[in-house]
């Protein structure tokens, strides 16, 4: 028994420092700098992007749109804020206008987690 808690006293001090990164470990897992209260549901303090790896054409086609429907037409619309989040608001079903509050450090975040996804990055 006092084996067995060793083990996991081990293993709970080697995940704590990132040596044992197992099938748990979600790459595109956002963490966020705080807690952001979440409609009636609680509060949100990461997002959880996997979603995009299932997503299809019809999300950016969709972006797209909406950024031309409000006269926002742009050369690479992948590095534009607006549409990053609007892809993500597609994906995870998380409201357009929960992302629009995140402070400027977490928005840049799932920015650059949909941006480095969409250009083909780890």
Do not use: W
Not at 12 to 29: I, P
Not at 90 to 98: A, L, N, Q, R, V
Not at 112 to 118: A, I, P, T, Y
């Amino acid at each position: 028994m006092a084996e067995k808690n060793e083990m996991a006293a081990v293993q709970g001090a080697a995940a704590a420092n990132g040596k044992n990164k197992g099938m748990d470990e979600n790459k595109h897992l956002v963490k966020l700098s705080r807690a952001y209260k979440f409609e009636d549901e609680g509060e949100i303090d990461s997002i959880d992007m996997s979603c995009l790896e299932n997503a299809t054409a019809e999300v950016l086609i969709k972006a797209n749109r909406v950024m031309v429907s409000t006269g926002d037409v742009m050369t690479i619309p992948e590095n534009d804020i607006r549409y990053a989040l609007f892809v993500a608001a597609e994906c995870t079903g998380i409201p357009y206008d929960f992302y629009k509050k995140l402070s400027l450090g977490d928005a840049t975040r799932v920015k650059k987690e949909v941006m480095v996804f969409l250009n083909g990055g780890e």
